[in-house]
Each structure stands twice: as C-alpha cells, then as structure tokens.
C-alpha cells in the first residue's frame, strides 16, 4: 500500500519536471521566401560557408535569436523566380512555414500580419550612361529612349518598376535580371535601366564601372519589403515586437548603417573560395 500511495506523487512530479523541459525549449520558426539571388546589401549566399548573409538576416537573428530566443529555420533558398508569392502564401495559410521573409505590403493582404516597417528598402533609380544622358524631366523625350526593366521572373503585374514604366507610357523591354539589363545597356540595346538602387550600383562596382553611369534616385514604397506571418496566429505579438525593434533602428540611423558596412562587405569578397 505503502508503494501505492507514493505512485500518484511520484507521477506528478514527473508531469511537472516534463512540463518544465518543454516549455524551456526554444520556439523555433520556419521562414519561407528565401532567395539565392544576391541582392547586396540585403541578402546573398556566401560562396564560401553556403550561409546566407547581408542586413536583412543581420535584423532577423539578432532580434529573433538574440533577443527572443526563437531559432530560425531557413528553408532552402531558390532563386527568385522559383518562388512564386501564391505558392508561398498557400505554405503559410497550410502551416508549411511560420513566416515569409520579405514581402511586398502593398496592396497588403488580409491573411498576412505585417511587420509595420520594411525589413528591405532600397531606393530605385533611373540609370544611363555619363555618355548618353536620358532626360527623365522631359517625359516626351523621355519616351522616345528605350528602358530597360528586369522582371526577375515574376508576372509583369507584380513588378512595380514595370507597372511604373507603364503607367508613364515608357518605351521598354523586360529583362530577365539586373545582370542583363546592364548588360544590354553597355552594349546599346538599351538607353536606361529602371531597377533597385543597390542592385544596379552593386553590381557596377563589382564591374568596376559605376563612376561611369548617373544614378537618378526616387522612392517608391511599392519595392519595399516587409516580414509576414499569418494574421491570428502565435507569432502576431513577435511580428509586433519586430515593428518597435525596427523603427528604433531606422530612427537611430542603424539601418543605414548596416546597409553600408555590408554593401562594403559584399564588395570586398571575392566571390569565390580560397582553396
């Protein structure tokens, strides 16, 4: 009797030490969304290690990780265009994956809880060669050039860039990356390109050619990107949290200071592995 009555507390504490080891265990978190293409200085795969690195993934391991303790589980990164944004929301609406790394907010869905401030900016910009100047304040001369507008694989209809160049009546051609664009535009199959600030101008440096080309700057919150969970779920007050965390780095001035020192970085790689 005696062996049965220490049964009961004996079972209860197990229950208790059980119920304490799980929920010390770290909340993990499956992204979606991850792209190969590199797109300094927000996110490229070091040729080296295979790791993704670049601002973006600097924000989210230091407040997910860091400070949340919420490990992060990359799915696999494919190149942009073998990510369609319905695929990737069907996944997320399923419960495949807990998150999609960085989505356009406009228009913003219903089924998506937004970060508030974007995870990746950029400015965009009109680029031309020193050489042959295009004049963008002149519309009518401007349609007489031939633009240059990288789709990266995505239906024209979700590409800002595109819808801007034809909303303004823009005589343009798509292209199937930033790489091609200028490409055709050193060779003069093109006058300009339309494209992410940092995408064109990274890759001009690499070509050691960028004092060579005018960079006409705009904003246009259409290419900014924004983390996203699925609205009504456990990560809601995270993604909330996420928002404070990235306004204090954009009112700091931190995030522009990333955005620099890991441009700086990418520039400076090589792009290939000692051996």
């Not at 970060?115 to 349609?143: C, G, I, M």
């Not at 633009?147 to 034809?166: F, R, V």
């Not at 960079?215 to 996420?242: G, I, L, M, Q």
């Amino acid at each position: 009797m005696r062996y049965l009555s220490l049964v009961k507390p004996v079972a209860m504490l197990l229950a208790v030490l059980l119920t304490s080891i799980a929920s010390a265990e770290p909340r993990s978190m499956r992204l979606g969304g991850v792209i190969s293409d590199s797109t300094p200085p927000h996110s490229w795969v070091d040729p080296c290690t295979g790791q993704l690195d670049g601002s973006l993934h600097h924000l989210l391991r230091e407040f997910f990780e860091q400070q949340r303790g919420i490990k992060l589980l990359y799915n696999p990164a494919k190149k942009e265009r073998d990510l369609p944004w319905a695929n990737l929301i069907g996944q997320l609406s399923d419960g495949a994956i807990d998150a999609l790394i960085a989505v356009p907010a406009l228009p913003k869905l219903p089924a998506l809880a937004y970060s508030e401030h974007a995870v990746v900016f950029s400015d965009q910009a009109v680029v031309y060669l020193k050489t042959r100047p295009v004049d963008t304040s002149n519309t009518a001369k401007w349609r007489e050039k031939r633009g240059l507008i990288a789709t990266m694989g995505q239906e024209p209809s979700s590409n800002a860039n595109y819808l801007l160049a034809k909303h303004n009546g823009l005589v343009f051609r798509e292209t199937f990356s930033v790489d091609q664009s200028i490409d055709y535009l050193i060779t003069g199959k093109g006058d300009y390109i339309i494209t992410g600030y940092y995408r064109a101008r990274g890759n001009l440096l690499r070509r050691k050619m960028a004092n060579d080309f005018v960079f006409e700057t705009f904003r246009n919150p259409s290419t900014d990107y924004h983390f996203a969970v699925k609205a009504r779920s456990e990560w809601e007050d995270d993604v909330d949290a996420f928002s404070d965390y990235l306004k204090g780095h954009y009112d700091s001035g931190k995030i522009e200071y990333l955005n620099n020192n890991y441009l700086k970085k990418w520039l400076n790689s090589s792009g290939e592995c000692e051996k």
